[in-house]
């Protein structure tokens, strides 16, 4: 019987660790997980993790230089860096120093959450180095391979994938039971509070028009969690000052998005990944028009996809049907596996006796202003080693950093239960320790 292969997976927030572990089982299906969290600001609660759907312990947290330090140590066959660019340029430097020839390293797997409209080419080069780069679509593969042969950098780790957890049974017609419409919110899509404090209304507005609906507004996290992005002003805060109140067939509601999309008969959004995973179903779904479509919002990503309307509309009966070529191309329906092609790349890859060392399109002499300062946040030095005492806090330091983490966790809840208008100062400094 063949040894089941070991995976790392290290992610950065509860979204990531849900697209780092189920890709990990599509791309490895039989394997032995171990999962990491890398200590900042976004690291998840217990409740976060659970309500992502992925089953198993709770990973370790650990710093980037200890993350290495393990990969170093232990055999691990493929590793998913499921973090935010600038994380995963310095986990791709710290394995260049760790194998600076060739050898028997692990794979190194990297890719995007969901939609891609903001950062393009600053993402994908400081994703640059690792052995696949997946992109969720045709239309994203294109658009990776595209950055990468603009500026002379091999494209050939760009692999055509899909998002990993599009799943779930096709939609069916509410019938006897209620009609659900979902408003699935973002944290800091928009980010005035006007303009959330908008949606909010005309979610409650759609709740009070049709008394026979019921209104659920799925959200992120609670108060004192933090997710990939900040979220200053949450909708909890603002369903408590709403005139009146929300109406009794309008609430707010938590949960893993694929359970709650079970019982969903339209989808509402600005541009959150959920309006893939509910056109995948074939659920009807809109994007959000009512403040403009806009890059700065991402819903400009959803030209063509027919599903582009406003509260108006839905106030009216309006139910958005996704455009078959548009789902196509994003990847969101398809025949055959999309992940065949990412498999046969891995496993050529593990038949190798040796693979080269990585090789960022950033270094020294292409970025030598920016990378340095991408490495030392997470307290590397410009070649990829770790800085003196950044692999190994002492007991004391350690215990000390949890303490401050707690009291400013408690900080921040404090600052959303008592109306704080500007919590950020806290929350970055959460994300200093």
Not at 169 to 191: K, L, N
Not at 244 to 269: A, I, Q
């Amino acid at each position: 019987m063949p040894e089941r292969k070991r995976v790392a997976v290290i992610a950065d927030s509860d979204t990531r660790w849900k697209w780092g572990a189920l890709t990990a089982r599509r791309l490895v299906p039989d394997h032995q997980l171990a999962g990491f969290l890398l200590r900042g600001r976004a690291t998840p609660t217990a409740r976060q993790l659970g309500e992502v759907g992925v089953q198993g312990d709770r990973p370790t947290e650990v710093t980037c230089a200890q993350f290495l330090s393990e990969i170093g140590r232990e055999h691990y066959d493929v590793v998913v860096l499921a973090l935010v660019g600038g994380a995963v340029q310095a986990v791709l430097h710290g394995a260049r120093a760790l194998w600076p020839e060739p050898a028997g390293r692990p794979v190194l797997v990297t890719g995007y959450v969901g939609v891609v409209y903001e950062k393009l080419a600053d993402g994908l080069l400081l994703r640059h180095g690792a052995d696949l780069v997946l992109a969720n679509s045709r239309h994203d593969a294109e658009r990776f391979r595209a950055v990468y042969e603009g500026v002379g950098a091999d494209a050939g780790a760009v692999t055509e994938t899909a998002l990993p957890f599009l799943g779930g049974a096709p939609y069916e017609p509410a019938g006897p039971r209620t009609h659900t419409v979902v408003f699935a919110v973002q944290p800091s899509v928009p980010d005035s509070r006007a303009d959330r404090a908008y949606l909010l209304e005309r979610a409650a507005g759609h709740a009070r028009l049709h008394p026979d609906r019921e209104v659920l507004i799925k959200l992120r996290s609670r108060p004192g969690e933090h997710t990939t992005h900040l979220e200053e002003q949450p909708y909890q805060r603002l369903a408590a000052r709403l005139p009146g109140g929300l109406p009794p067939n309008c609430r707010l509601v938590y949960g893993n998005m694929g359970e709650v999309l079970d019982g969903t008969d339209l989808l509402v959004t600005v541009s959150s990944t959920a309006a893939l995973e509910s056109l995948h179903r074939s659920i009807p779904t809109a994007v959000l028009t009512d403040l403009g479509i806009r890059e700065a919002l991402g819903n400009h990503h959803f030209l063509g996809s027919g599903c582009l309307a406003s509260w108006d509309q839905l106030d009216a009966g309006l139910l958005p049907q996704g455009d078959p070529d548009w789902l196509a191309a994003q990847g969101v329906t398809g025949d055959g596996d999309p992940y065949a092609a990412a498999r046969a790349k891995i496993d050529g890859l593990l038949g190798e006796v040796r693979l080269p060392a990585p090789a960022p399109y950033y270094t020294l002499t292409t970025a030598p202003r920016y990378l340095p300062g991408i490495l030392a946040r997470q307290h590397l030095a410009p070649d990829g080693t770790p800085l003196p005492g950044a692999v190994r806090e002492p007991a004391g330091q350690s215990r000390l950093r949890r303490r401050l983490r707690a009291h400013l966790r408690d900080a921040a809840r404090g600052a959303y239960r008592h109306g704080v208008q500007r919590v950020a100062p806290v929350i970055r400094r959460m994300g200093e320790l």
